[in-house]
């Protein structure tokens, strides 16, 4: 390979592909190459101050703390969350930020990993969209994305060696798709690795992963850099495509580049490609006009608000007891009401520019007098008595209003990078106050903050359940506004809330043993499980309640040109207020010959409607999200079949049913003596040999043909019988080669 930098030292290209310090690449001036800043992500721009140490994750320059993906995931609004991501954007460039460090895309594979926080779903497609969404917008202002944790990086736990053992379709079909996704739709500038292995190699060194996959098969033209720390082996780690170690270690890797190219170990072809790469990234920082100098916070505070508002959920609201009316006595429960719980702890930590407080905000909504009562201690710290106090006064301001707003969720030290959850209770002095709130006065509403999902043992007691998962800085306001229906609640869940730990896909196989989790609920993740089980839950993904109600009516299915599904149906708001729906479609293939879930999202749409109007919603389905990855031949397959497309509310409330006849991919295999008699029967060639076999045999010829046809007597043997056992049934070695030719 020809010197692409040929001004340039093996040492000077050797420390471009390093940090020059915690958060900047290495510059060479003469060379044009500038140094860039990376900063973290996702939901807010966490810029430290220059003064301060590397690791002081909570001294950085304010910013808006939009909510972080977990809560942000329930708007299912792409339109939404690119907005967010223009605006972060916007941030970046104006605190001179060159790489703004997300989105997390990861699959939430156990309600348990400690960062689920920080990704999007359970499911690839809302990931991939969101995270597309996302890109887009930051990206739109001159500032990379860097897409992570890439990949299998789903759990906390040993995070940094596990090894993630996962099956092909799996890997491809669950964990690697919202990557795809985002990769081939929204072309992100740079992905960052995971620090786990994947069956066996570290993501940083995983050449089939960083270039087979992401380059060779997505198009991804970026630049890979490794998580902080994430790099065991620098030059196998550059050799199998990671460009850009993470944060910089003064020379020391760098000079092991430099002794491998010198000693002929690494083609220092690879290095001038990585160079290249950020030559390239530092270009298309400078390429897109960067239009903010300063930033709008007020703006920026409103489009949080407006953000948190979309993405509240609104799991239960028995006789209406939601939205509240103006007039109502409301007691504002639980110190979460006072002490917002908004954002997860770990490298994601925002500084956030101001702060609602939903007891203040709740009070601004409405012109009766609003009581506070703390209710429980957050810190742990107080005494019996002291609780006794604290849920005595509760009691009281519930009995004497007339609704009780409660305000329950994790502590923040039980949601942070790093460490997975045990369980997934709230704190069991919380579900005693909200017991004794209940008898005092049965009209209560139940708020919720929390990262990872939690269960809720009182879902059938309660009458109204507002889950706001983690909202940003704006989040008391906007729970505000939904309690008071100013804002008509349209979140759905993005991730299923089952009745117990015990039911959750991945309840057996995590966090593993000895370095390795073996993720042995294969493709049965999320609904996926729930769904292929039959196992009640306490609220099924995509769920979400309105003050208005919607119909659905004339659903309809069609094949385009390209061979997407066209999917449409007219929505119409036959409530009294506007509101917006989030409509649904999935997928199933009832006969099919692979391991399938009996559901699968394949689309989804945010619609605004005023009271009474109708709409058309239309929705793609990709053929390419119809197929599922073969590993006899490692290539997408779509089945030939009849599929059912399901248009719903939630993944269990459908509202129409479709079918259609998709013609797929033949997959044609080479025949050999392992070839099941099925492949011979669907090979013309090879049955017709059969068949020739067969009339030369006389009665037994006929067993012979049983065997070809899956639905004769014998025909049960059709998909197990190797042609090479046909010797058993006196068939010669010749008469065997003609037959698998
Ligand atoms: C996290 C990344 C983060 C990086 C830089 C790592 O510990 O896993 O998500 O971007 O630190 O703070």
Redesign the pocket.
């Known amino acids: 390979m020809t010197d692409t930098n040929p001004s340039l030292t093996t040492e000077e290209k050797a420390s471009l592909t390093s940090g020059s310090d915690f958060w900047h690449t290495e510059a060479v001036e003469r060379a044009g190459i500038p140094s860039l800043m990376l900063t973290?992500?996702p939901h807010g721009v966490r810029r430290q101050r220059e003064s301060s140490e590397q690791l002081d994750l909570a001294d950085s320059v304010p910013s808006t703390c939009f909510p972080p993906a977990a809560g942000m995931a329930s708007s299912f609004d792409v339109e939404l969350v690119e907005r967010v991501g223009r605006a972060l954007g916007d941030e970046s460039a104006a605190a001179d930020v060159d790489v703004l460090?997300g989105p997390?895309v990861n699959i939430k594979r156990s309600p348990l990993c400690g960062r689920n926080f920080e990704y999007f779903s359970e499911d690839p497609l809302v990931s991939g969209e969101l995270g597309a969404a996302w890109v887009r917008g930051v990206q739109s202002r001159g500032v990379g994305a860097s897409l992570?944790?890439f990949a299998a990086n789903n759990q906390e736990h040993d995070r940094m060696r596990v090894s993630s053992d996962v099956d092909p379709r799996a890997l491809r079909e669950i964990y690697l798709r919202g990557f795809q996704r985002v990769v081939e739709d929204a072309k992100p500038w740079t992905v960052?690795c995971s620090?786990n292995r994947i069956n066996g190699v570290f993501a940083s060194q995983n050449r089939w992963l960083l270039t087979s996959v992401l380059r060779d098969e997505w198009g991804f033209d970026g630049i890979v850099m490794s998580?902080?720390g994430a790099v065991d082996d620098r030059v196998a780690a550059l050799a199998a495509g990671l460009d850009l170690e993470m944060p910089g270690n003064d020379g020391r890797t760098d000079a092991q580049i430099v002794s491998a190219v010198e000693d002929g170990s690494l083609d220092a072809g690879v290095l001038d490609v990585a160079v290249e790469r950020l030559r390239t990234l530092a270009e298309r920082t400078r390429a897109t006009p960067r239009t903010a100098s300063t930033v709008d916070h007020d703006a920026h505070h409103a489009l949080a608000r407006e953000a948190a508002g979309r993405s509240l959920v609104l799991l239960k609201n028995e006789g209406d007891l939601l939205p509240l009316s103006p007039s109502a006595r409301v007691a504002v429960i639980g110190e979460f009401a006072e002490r917002p719980r908004f954002q997860g702890a770990g490298?994601s930590l925002i500084n956030p520019t101001r702060l609602d407080i939903a007891r203040d905000e709740i009070q601004r909504a409405t012109a009766s007098e609003v009581t506070y009562a703390r209710g429980f201690d957050l810190d742990g710290r107080a005494d019996a008595d002291e609780l006794a106090r604290l849920r005595s006064e509760a009691i009281d301001a519930a009995a004497a209003a007339d609704v009780a707003v409660v305000f329950l969720g994790l502590p923040a030290k039980d949601e942070t990078?790093g460490a997975d959850r045990a369980h997934i209770d709230l704190p069991a002095d919380q579900l005693d106050l909200l017991d004794a709130v209940l008898s005092a006065n049965p009209h209560t509403v139940v708020v919720l903050s929390h990262g990872g999902v939690v269960a809720l043992p009182f879902a059938d007691r309660v009458p109204a359940i507002l889950d706001g998962w983690l909202l940003g800085q704006a989040g008391g306001g906007a729970t505000a506004d939904v309690l008071f229906g100013i804002v008509n609640p349209s979140g759905r869940l993005a991730e299923t809330v089952p009745l117990r730990l015990s039911d959750s896909p991945a309840f057996l196989d995590f966090p593993g043993e000895f370095g390795h989790v073996r993720y042995s609920e294969g493709l049965f993740v999320g609904y996926r499980w729930y769904d292929a089980r039959d196992v009640e839950v306490a609220f099924p993904f995509g769920h979400g309640l309105s003050y208005t109600s919607f119909s659905y009516s004339d659903a309809s299915a069609t094949v385009t040109a390209s061979g997407d599904v066209e999917v449409q149906v007219t929505v119409t708001n036959t409530g009294l207020r506007a509101g917006r729906e989030v409509v649904q479609v999935y997928s199933g293939l009832p006969r099919t010959e692979v391991q399938r879930a009996p559901r699968e999202l394949r689309g989804f749409a945010s619609v605004e409607l005023a009271a009474g109007a109708s709409t058309r919603v239309e929705m793609t389905v990709r053929r390419a999200d119809l197929t599922y990855w073969d590993r006899r031949v490692d290539q997408w397959i779509l089945e030939s079949g009849t599929y059912r497309f399901d248009i719903g509310a939630s993944s269990r409330d459908i509202r129409h049913t479709m079918e259609l006849d998709l013609e797929g991919d033949v997959v044609t295999l080479p025949l050999s003596e392992s070839s099941s008699l099925g492949e011979i029967a669907r090979d013309p060639a090879a049955s017709a040999v059969m068949r020739e076999i067969a009339a030369s045999r006389g009665e037994q010829g006929g067993l012979l043909m049983q065997l070809l046809d899956p639905e004769t007597e014998m025909g049960g043997l059709n998909v197990s019988f190797p042609a090479g056992r046909l010797r058993m049934m006196g068939l010669s070695d010749d008469e065997i080669r003609r037959l698998v030719g």
């Open positions: 973290d992500g460090l997390g992570k944790h960052m620090y998580d902080w490298s990078e």
